[in-house]
């Protein structure tokens, strides 16, 4: 299991007309549709672990991600051992990803009638082989299996998200740093839309933190040069949908309009 890692530079965009002057700059790219659902256990334990259990379509694509809370920072991070998370005013954030495609089917029956998460995860630990896993790998594995044991997760909520995905070459003082960036458009419960543009990172163990520093002060760069204006670091989306469900006091499984697309 060689990508275990997910590190992500992660900015809000003031408003709409920030997304199209960034969307203007970067090209025609790819566009995608994705339509994400959220799975739980009806107690909401996985929530309360800042787990995240998604099921995406992604225009003919279907995709299952496991996401755990922001990694420690530090030199043992990879361990789990670190100093600290993830902070506040840090657009980069690093945490647990696992992801595999499903049958369309597969995908279907789950949203209809649950999700067993049980032979997903035994999956992701037979593609780590027989070596030790690390620390934090396996202890988010152990926690998902002894919450999931004998359970079928339930869906409890989604958004859409319409994403334009483009190379971009940024440049500072030390040279090119080419990158590829996600500017999304998202649609979450309560008619709220978000505008954000994130760079995937090379997170794996043992890879140095100067090249996302470089990066994030070359993209902060290259928006002001287009004219946005004050751009933030963005919380993950699984925290903004909990905190716009919250925000509606939307119970389990209610629909807002973003939700009912979904539905």
Not at 163 to 176: K, M, P, T
Not at 240 to 259: F, W, Y
Request: aromatic fraction near 4%; charged fraction near 30%; include cysteine.
């Amino acid at each position: 299991m060689p990508h275990w890692i997910e590190t992500e530079l992660k900015l809000l965009l003031p408003d709409e007309a920030a997304w199209e002057r960034v969307r203007a700059a970067l090209g025609p790219g790819r566009v995608v549709r994705q339509v994400n659902h959220f799975f739980d256990r009806a107690d909401g334990a996985l929530r309360a672990a800042r787990i995240g259990v998604r099921l995406r379509a992604e225009d003919e694509d279907r995709f299952l991600t496991l996401k755990g809370d922001a990694l420690p920072s530090g030199p043992d991070r990879a361990s789990g051992d670190g100093r600290s998370g993830r902070g506040p005013d840090e657009a980069l954030s690093r945490r647990i990803e696992l992801e595999t495609g499903l049958p369309e089917e597969t995908f279907d029956a789950a949203i209809r009638d649950g999700l067993d998460l049980g032979p997903w995860l035994a999956s992701f630990r037979g593609e780590a082989g027989a070596e030790p896993l690390p620390p934090a790998l396996a202890g988010f594995l152990a926690l998902l299996e002894s919450t999931c044991r004998g359970r079928r997760l339930q869906r409890y909520a989604g958004f859409c998200n319409l994403r334009l995905i483009e190379g971009l070459a940024l440049h500072d003082e030390q040279g090119l740093i080419p990158v590829e960036v996600a500017l999304d458009r998202t649609e979450l419960p309560g008619d709220r839309i978000d505008h954000e543009i994130e760079v995937e990172l090379a997170g794996n163990p043992g890879d140095p933190d100067e090249l996302a520093a470089r990066t994030e002060r070359a993209l902060h760069r290259w928006l002001s040069d287009r004219g946005v204006g004050t751009v933030v670091p963005a919380p993950s989306k699984l925290a903004r949908l909990h905190e716009a469900l919250a925000r509606r006091s939307l119970p389990v499984g209610a629909g807002s309009a973003a939700e009912r697309v979904l539905d």
